[in-house]
Structures are given as C-alpha cells and as structure tokens.
C-alpha cells in the first residue's frame, strides 16, 4: 500500500559517522542522540514522530 523510503548505504555511513562522533567527542546524553536521529532521519524523508530538543543541562552525558 504505501512504499517504505530506502536509504543509501552513503546515508547509513553518514549517519554512523555523525553518531560516532557526538558520542565520542561531545559525549551526548541519550536524549540529544534520539533527537539527532529523529532530525536526521526526517532530513532523509523517513516520517519519525516528533522529538523536542532537549535543554542544553541534558546534552551531554557526565
């Protein structure tokens, strides 16, 4: 009925760089991950519930 949108093995990698490094570099909180997944996915056309941002105290994990 409704055709899933693929994404490219370029648009995988991107995002995996992306994560590997907020998670290694910025050390980002699992809330601001979520949110930069939903905002990057929803760049790509893939339909993803909304996500707020989350305030800057809860941005990075300690």
Partial sequence: ???K???SE???KGIVYQ????????KAS??????H???TLS???VKVDYIP???PWKKKNE
């Fill in 43 to 45: 760049n790509l056309g």
């Fill in 30 to 35: 699992d809330e601001e991950l979520s949110w």
């Fill in 5 to 7: 949108k693929a994404l």
């Fill in 53 to 55: 941002e989350p305030p």
């Fill in 19 to 26: 994560f590997r490094y907020l998670i290694n570099d910025k």
């Fill in 37 to 39: 997944l939903s905002k």
């Fill in 10 to 12: 370029t648009a995988i």
């Fill in 1 to 3: 009925m409704f055709k």
